[in-house]
């Protein structure tokens, strides 16, 4: 198991930018397939963006696309997550997630492909 603590999230006004930390121990970071999802009240855990193990493979959900930008740095063992331009429906709870194995070149994006999760950070954006 890893242990993952995301950090950085906010109350930002529509078009600013926030960076999201995510921390993670326990397990060797670098082996295994990364992801970002977000849940808003009422509505289920989407996937957000993800980033592969092996080289730097990168896959973002439609919303996310020319807005958001994923990076891991293996050496901190600390996975990002950089959003610009936000948008009032962008405001969900943001969680890291550690998938349940490496995917290699992959960037899996369902929820069942990851096996360990963050508590998560609150993103507000106002309009």
């Known amino acids: 198991q890893v242990q993952l603590v995301e950090s950085g999230g906010g109350l930002v006004q529509a078009g600013d930018s926030l960076r999201l930390s995510c921390a993670a121990s326990?397990?060797?970071?670098?082996?295994?397939?990364m992801g970002w999802f977000r849940q808003a009240p009422g509505k289920e855990r989407e996937f957000v963006a993800s980033?592969?193990?092996?080289?730097?493979?990168?896959r973002y959900a439609d919303s996310a696309k020319g807005r958001f930008t994923i990076s891991r740095d293996n050496a901190k063992n600390t996975l990002y997550l950089f959003m610009n331009s936000l948008m009032p429906e962008d405001t969900a709870v943001y969680y890291c997630?550690?998938?349940?194995?490496?995917?290699?070149?992959?960037?899996?994006?369902?929820?069942?492909?990851?096996?360990?999760w963050g508590r998560g950070t609150q993103v507000t954006v106002s309009s």
């Open positions: 997630a550690a998938a349940r194995r490496s995917y290699g070149i992959l960037t899996p994006v369902g929820t069942n492909d990851y096996g360990s």
């Open positions: 326990g397990r060797t970071f670098s082996t295994y397939a």
């Open positions: 980033h592969s193990w092996s080289g730097s493979t990168t």
